[in-house]
Nanobody
Framework: QVQLVESGGGLVQAGGSLRLSCAAS????????MGWFRQAPGKEREFVAA????????YYADSVKGRFTISRDNAKNTVYLQMISLKPEDTAVYYC??????????????????WGQGTQVTVSS
């Protein structure tokens, strides 16, 4: 059974940093592109970042470009999201996703992906 488990969320002041982790099991991790999405109350789930299976290509939403960095460690079956200069509008539940297609993830085509249960990120002002 495929499992994605996020961790690292929490409460942080504006301007602060957090590092999210997503540990994957039950799949051939190196064959999957990985991504992060987020959802705030009353809003649609939105694309944040994606990384190709090899780690050679990364993609970011304009709203986080320059502040967030996605990376992966295939030896540890783990993908990370380093977030700096956090803003209150970054407050959301952050979800990890796995898909064989990097393009589907970066285009926000969510129906094909495996999903974690999410981790809450709250940024206070």
């Amino acid at each position: 059974q495929v499992q994605l488990v996020e961790s690292g969320g929490g409460l942080v002041q504006a301007g602060g940093s957090l590092r999210l982790s997503c540990a994957a099991s039950g799949l051939t991790f190196s064959s999957y592109a990985m991504g992060w999405f987020r959802q705030a109350p009353g809003k649609e789930r939105e694309f944040v970042a994606a990384i190709s299976a090899s780690g050679g290509s990364t993609y970011y939403a304009d709203s986080v470009k320059g502040r967030f960095t996605i990376s992966r460690d295939n030896a540890k079956n783990t993908v990370y999201l380093q977030m700096i200069s956090l803003k209150p509008e970054d407050t959301a539940v952050y979800y990890c996703a796995a898909d064989r297609s990097t393009e589907r993830l970066r285009l926000g085509l969510r129906g094909y992906a495996y999903w974690g249960q999410g981790t809450q990120v709250t940024v206070s002002s």
